[in-house]
């Protein structure tokens, strides 16, 4: 691409990362840490790591994505945990591996607090700055250009633009050019990406309002208090984050639908301002009082924005109505008659990209050099922005650097499900991890992300010496844990306890690791026999869930085994599928489109069936032969 708008050498760096919300900042510290020189430009100095929607970090599948970033040496953890104003552990009435982390965030302090650790790290260099342009030469990338005809000279550019590409906000009839919460958008970088090749579309997310807190009615509302007997996000804290405020539950009622409903003609979703696609799972009250009609009432959850505002986000009641309208709805539900609007809701269109022009890398396939994570790959939510923007960062260290890539399996990790699906599938909505796109999720959970990435992290250079001890540290206990479980208790002591249970008289004695096999809590074990004091929740958990789960783990693990011999079967980077014989049409179109890396990646490709993938077999053992 020629230079068009560059007037002078503004920087010189390894890798430029454009955009500092929570992709880019994860993006910026893994290059900056492993020795990158690295500049990162964002459009706004005080939107770097913003919470334009839910001041939360984690929830279900969320959760496990915020532990793996930790795991493997990501910093999102770490400040979700400094600066938590609740935390709590969802569904703990379920099994183990569809249990998630939440956490209340203080936003602002989310925001200050991160900003402070990309000030501080070595190797980083943050600029105020629109990039306009991506400069290229004989297809790699050379540079990035500023909306102040700066030019900076690199070698890598990773693109982390969230929804400020072309960034349009809509409430009513009302469109503004804008980006989330009043920031500017970025509105001449999209022409550059479709001129590189890059496949651009138009999805759309939304926000609700922020209310007064001091004129909502909680007497009205439910009380949801965090937990104290839970672990934190990060391993590098010993201890659960104080709670220091409560979050609240309502409800919509027939009032709220008959407002939404008499108002449709003037809502921007169902009048046709709106034409994108908006998320699936995180939908408007219009869309949910429209689409299920029989439900009298819909959860909404009142949670505060930081310890040092009024602000109180009303979660469940996304909305782009008119403001008259707004000021109706909200008034109706129970709580909140009374209470004045501090920030009204609205919609956000923006442009992102088509992943399937995407490696499992995050690397664009047509040019070399220029990686891609956060919302502009069609995501949504800030975890699977900093899961994304965390391994571009890593691959592209890992290319300056001249060392292999770095890409997880679906065995291995959710971001390794997240970008899989990503890549090989591609999303035509706004795409959400849940633990149900996770087939190896008894696995992935969110306890043992440590035992599962973080040796991967230290081989990298990413995760540090004093990090690295404290996995060795934990990994011993739990050893030694699993070990004492073993322990056998002797009959005449066993029986009374066993009874309790509904089991009869054991045949002799009994080690703990069969109670827990037998559905019987660690918790009564430990103080039925006073054993195990010693160790703390997060080693008692996990050993708890190993011993528990025995047959389910060897289950999997043979499924794991036999998916792994197709990922280990690759197919060339230069193969010609139009040249297979028995390869159907559809077929030979996605694989030459997606070029996936091996037999396991093509066989989750839309349009490849296992027909095709028996005839892939047979070409790869003729061929290596």
């Not at 200050?112 to 297809?139: D, F, S, Y």
């Not at 169902?270 to 949910?288: F, H, L, M, N, V």
Request: hydrophobic content about 35%; aromatic content about 8%; some cysteine.
């Amino acid at each position: 691409m020629t230079n068009k708008q560059a007037t002078f050498l503004e920087y010189t760096a390894d890798a430029v990362v454009v955009g500092a919300g929570h992709a880019g900042c994860e993006a910026a510290l893994a290059l900056a840490r492993t020795g990158i020189n690295t500049l990162l430009l964002t459009l706004n100095l005080d939107s770097i790591s913003f919470m334009p929607c839910n001041p939360s970090i984690g929830g279900t599948a969320k959760g496990h994505l915020v532990r793996e970033i930790d795991a493997l040496g990501g910093e999102m953890g770490i400040v979700a945990d400094d600066t938590a104003l609740q935390i709590r552990m969802l569904n703990v009435g379920k099994g183990a591996a569809v249990q998630s982390l939440r956490a209340q965030s203080d936003k602002n302090a989310y925001h200050e607090g991160m900003k402070k650790v990309l000030e501080n790290t070595e190797n980083l260099r943050i600029i105020q700055a629109e990039a306009t342009e991506i400069l290229t030469e004989n297809g790699k990338c050379v540079g990035v250009v500023t909306n102040y005809g700066g030019r900076i000279d690199c070698k890598a550019v990773i693109l982390c633009t969230g929804v400020y590409l072309n960034g349009e906000t809509i409430t009513g009839h009302v469109v503004e050019k804008s980006g989330p919460n009043g920031f500017a958008p970025a509105n001449r970088l999209t022409d550059s990406l479709i001129e590189l090749g890059f496949n651009v579309r138009r999805f759309k997310t939304g926000t609700p309002a922020r209310l007064d807190g001091r004129t909502i009615d909680y007497t009205k509302c439910e009380v949801q208090n965090g937990d104290t007997d839970i672990y934190p996000f990060s391993f590098m804290h010993d201890s659960t984050p104080e709670n220091k405020r409560p979050c609240y539950l309502t409800y919509t009622n027939l009032t709220t639908h008959e407002i939404i409903m008499n108002n449709l003609d003037r809502s921007p979703l169902y009048d046709g301002t709106i034409q994108s696609t908006g998320p699936r799972y995180c939908p408007s009250i219009e869309t949910k009082v429209v689409r299920f009609k029989d439900k009298e009432r819909h959860q909404i959850f009142i949670e505060p924005e930081g310890e040092n505002t009024l602000e109180m986000y009303i979660q469940g009641m996304s909305t782009s109505m008119p403001h008259d309208v707004q000021k109706q709805m909200y008034a109706s539900v129970v709580g909140l008659e009374n209470a004045d609007i501090m920030r009204y809701g609205y919609a956000i269109e923006y442009d992102c990209i088509d992943t399937l022009d995407v490696l499992p890398t995050l690397e664009f396939k047509k040019v070399e050099g220029i990686y891609t994570a956060g919302q502009i790959n069609g995501t949504s939510g800030y975890e699977e922005a900093a899961a994304q923007g965390l391994m571009a960062g890593i691959n592209a260290s890992l290319k300056l650097r001249g060392l292999p890539p770095f890409v997880l399996r679906r065995d291995e990790a959710y971001i390794g499900v997240l970008i899989d699906d990503l890549v090989t599938k591609g999303t035509d909505e706004p795409y959400r991890m849940m633990t149900s796109r996770a087939e190896h999720r008894i696995y992935l959970r969110q306890d043992n992300a440590d035992f599962r990435l973080t040796e991967k992290g230290k081989e990298i250079g990413l995760v540090t010496e004093t990090r690295y001890n404290r996995y060795l540290a934990r990994k011993e206990k739990y050893e030694t844990l699993l070990a004492s479980l073993q322990t056998r208790v002797p009959q005449k002591d066993a029986a009374p306890f066993l009874k309790m249970y509904g089991y009869g008289e054991p045949s002799g004695s009994v080690s703990y690791a069969d109670m827990l096999k037998r559905s019987i809590p660690l918790k009564d074990i430990m103080a039925e026999y006073n054993v195990f004091g010693e160790y703390k929740k997060d080693v008692l958990e996990t050993a708890e869930i190993t011993v528990k789960y025995e047959g389910y783990l060897k289950q999997g693990w043979e499924l794991i085994e036999k998916a792994k011999r197709l990922e280990d079967k690759l197919l060339p980077a230069d193969i010609d599928y139009n040249e297979i014989k028995g390869l159907r049409l559809e077929a030979q179109e996605k694989l030459d489109r997606i070029r996936p890396f091996n037999l396991g990646q093509a066989g989750r490709i839309s349009g490849v069936n296992p027909a095709d993938i028996s005839v892939l077999m047979v070409w790869l053992a003729t061929h290596n032969s």
